[in-house]
């Protein structure tokens, strides 16, 4: 299985200031179709997961512009330009270019 | 607007049985395929199975699980089922739905908690 490790697993931010997380993964996530299949999901406290990013880059409906997602084979970045409080949570990477998909440990958002 | 609802999740003995069942409207249920994902409280995700659009064929289910639990689907009910048997304390988790599409998961339910404890 492909195994995908965030860094860093807790991230203690201010708000207002940038927060970026790394993804990586132990293979290339690109697919033979030409696409990479790299997602970023957000948890907040006590509800389930929500998807942000999808194929590295591309922002839900819905989602903050502030959110940007980067990279290509195997490193992949999350970026929040400025952090607010409604982004505190725990934010997991997911792989969908290999079988079975699999997910980072996540890494935990929280207020400074 | 896509909604999976889950229910049965419980507590139960261990080596006990329980049947999860994840209710689905929203979207054409049967042209997708569906996952179930589970997380043990303040721990990380871990898919558990993945089922085909059709349910004739289980594209996936976890080795920590194999044998014990079993993934089907009715789309004239628009449900996904999840047959646990065998259960032991580290199955305790939240169980989650999932709506699969392309390469992701674009869609979650609010997850259902079983607990496997004497």
């Known amino acids: 299985d492909v195994v995908m490790t965030q860094s860093p697993l807790s991230l203690p931010v201010t708000l207002g200031q940038p927060a970026s997380i790394s993804c990586r993964s132990s293979q290339s996530l690109a697919h033979g179709d030409g696409n990479t299949y790299l997602n970023w999901f957000q948890q907040r406290p006590g509800q389930s997961p929500r998807r942000i990013v999808y194929k590295v880059s591309n922002r839900d409906s819905g989602v903050p512009d502030r959110f940007s997602g980067s990279g290509s084979g195997t490193d992949f970045t999350l970026k929040i330009s400025r952090v607010e409080a409604e982004d505190i949570g725990v934010y997991y990477c997911m792989q969908g270019t290999h079988w079975p998909y699999t997910f980072g440990q996540g890494t935990k958002l929280e207020i400074k | 607007e896509v909604q999976l609802v889950e229910s049965g999740g419980d507590l139960v003995h261990p080596g006990g049985s329980l049947r999860l069942s994840c209710a689905a409207s929203g979207f054409t249920f049967r042209n997708y395929w569906m996952h179930w994902v589970r997380q043990v409280p303040g721990m990380g995700l871990i898919g558990v199975a993945l089922?085909?659009?059709?349910?004739?064929?289980?594209?996936y289910v976890a080795d920590s699980v194999k044998g014990r639990l079993t993934v089907s689907r009715d789309n004239a009910k628009n449900t996904l089922y999840l047959e646990m048997n065998s259960l032991r304390a580290d199955d305790t988790a939240v169980y989650y739905c999932a709506r699969d599409y392309s390469g992701s998961i674009d869609s979650w339910g609010q997850g259902t908690l079983v607990t496997v404890s004497s």
């Open positions: 089922i085909n659009a059709d349910g004739n064929k289980i594209l």
